[in-house]
């Protein structure tokens, strides 16, 4: 079982950075492989990055490969997302999720998420 708290979203010009933060509680937390999505308004909620248990293995969509960067600090039981260059397109709620059975780009097959984090990037 784990419980995750993000943290970080704001109003941010476009071309702009930013670094949302997962807090994850649970002795096991760290054998879990963490991801971040979004959902826009209208949209269904989307893959941007996953970590693995670990951090050995790193995988980003498309649209942010290259301009956002995933990490965790399994001391510290945190997962960050850097967002650099943003774009208006980016603007959605980012979720910060946890997988017991292997991180994959479904968000559906994610066990446990947190609330969201409000992005929004303005021209």
């Known amino acids: 079982q784990v419980s995750l708290v993000e943290s970080g979203g704001k109003l941010v010009q476009a071309g702009g950075s930013l670094t949302l933060s997962c807090a994850a509680s649970?002795?096991?937390?760290?054998?879990?492989?963490m991801g971040w999505f979004r959902q826009a308004p209208g949209k269904e909620r989307e893959f941007v990055a996953t970590?693995?248990?670990?951090?050995?293995?790193?995988n980003y969509a498309d649209s942010v490969k290259g301009r956002f960067f995933i990490s965790r600090d399994d001391a510290k039981n945190t997962a960050n997302l850097q967002m650099n260059s943003l774009k208006r397109e980016d603007t959605a709620v980012y979720y910060c999720?946890?997988?017991?059975?292997?991180?994959?780009?479904?968000?559906?097959?994610?066990?446990?998420w947190g609330q969201g984090t409000q992005v929004t990037v303005s021209s």
């Open positions: 649970g002795r096991t937390a760290s054998l879990y492989d």
């Open positions: 970590i693995s248990s670990g951090g050995v293995r790193t």
């Open positions: 999720g946890a997988s017991a059975t292997g991180g994959t780009t479904d968000p559906q097959r994610w066990g446990y």
